[in-house]
């Protein structure tokens, strides 16, 4: 007779926790999969951006002459390290008009939705509990994650963004004969009828090339957030072990602090550089579409 396995409470409770508040109510099983649609990255993606225009806007709008409040002295140190990184890197001028705003975006958003990760675990599902929400299986907000960035879709979506402004700005200073002509001439040039010998190696590398700088941007993303979400996850088992007042209880319980804690505190350098990382190689990126090789 064949015995009957089952995962254990530790490892059902870090899986409910990867699953989303979805469309189908389950764990997408694919790396990519257009029919599914998850609710609550939509929900807290859109809602950090809107923080985010807010906060600018209300710099904005307080902006004064004379000494400068705290809120606006904050963002005005912000707007002119983004500037100096855009125009280091971006040689256009025309160009920085939009991408040094895009840049100052993305670095405040990203933050914004990072910095989720410090909330408590389970604040998602107490909070549903007390307003009677979700408490069945089958509800669809019995599954709830707060972290955007620890969703695939999210940070892909954003590096797709940059690889399609990469082909604008390659297209728009280069012009579009000449960014073809580029894809299938460079790296190796070649003359006469080695042009043509090298043309498929040219342009299978600069295929390459664009792949690679967009995944790498969305998967550096995805990976040290899930990967910090998965530690959250797992400081939180300790203080659910409580069993009573005893001595492994109580351990754990000191343990689940102490970790907690010391980790929070480091993983606020993890959220401020994967967005820094993120806007500068959005820079660099958009820098070298001006460029030839």
């Given at each position: 007779m064949a015995a009957e396995s089952s995962a254990s409470p530790q490892a059902e409770y870090i899986q409910h926790h990867l699953v989303h508040y979805n469309n189908i109510g389950e764990k997408q099983t694919l790396i990519a999969d257009f029919n599914v649609i998850n609710y609550d990255t939509i929900f807290w993606s859109l809602l950090m951006g809107v923080i985010a225009l807010f906060v600018?806007?209300?710099?904005?709008?307080?902006?004064?002459?004379?000494v400068?409040?705290?809120?606006?002295?904050?963002?005005?140190?912000?707007?002119?390290?983004?500037?100096?990184?855009?125009?280091?890197?971006?040689p256009s001028e025309t160009t920085r008009k939009f991408v040094s705003p895009l840049a100052l975006t993305v670095f405040v958003w990203i933050i914004l939705m990072n910095a989720l990760d410090l909330l408590p675990v389970?604040?998602?599902h107490y909070t549903f509990h007390l307003?009677?929400?979700?408490?069945?299986?089958?509800?669809?907000?019995?599954?709830?994650?707060?972290?955007?960035?620890?969703?695939?879709?999210?940070?892909?979506?954003?590096a797709l963004g940059v690889l399609l402004l990469m082909f604008y700005y390659g297209i728009k200073i280069k012009h579009p004969l000449g960014f073809v002509k580029e894809l299938f001439t460079a790296p190796f040039h070649g003359h006469g009828i080695m042009v043509l010998v090298l043309a498929p190696a040219n342009f299978l590398l600069n295929l390459v090339e664009y792949a690679a700088k967009s995944v790498s941007l969305g998967m550096r993303l995805f990976g040290n957030m899930f990967?910090?979400?998965?530690?959250?996850?797992?400081?939180?088992?300790?203080?659910?072990?409580?069993?009573g007042w005893n001595a492994m209880s109580i351990g754990l319980g000191v343990g689940h602090i102490l970790a907690g804690s010391v980790w929070a505190l480091f993983h606020i350098?993890?959220?401020?550089?994967?967005?820094?990382?993120?806007?500068?190689?959005t820079l660099?990126?958009?820098?070298?579409a001006h460029e030839g090789h």
């Open positions: 600018m806007w209300l710099a904005a709008r307080r902006a004064s002459a004379g400068p409040g705290r809120l606006q002295s904050a963002v005005e140190m912000l707007i002119d390290m983004v500037d100096q990184q855009a125009r280091s890197i971006v389970d604040l998602p307003l009677g929400i979700g408490l069945q299986v089958t509800d669809p907000l019995h599954y709830h994650r707060i972290l955007p960035t620890a969703d695939l879709n999210a940070p892909m979506g954003m990967a910090g979400e998965l530690v959250f996850m797992l400081i939180a088992l300790l203080g659910g072990a409580w069993t350098l993890i959220v401020l550089l994967q967005a820094f990382i993120f806007m500068m190689l660099v990126y958009i820098g070298q």
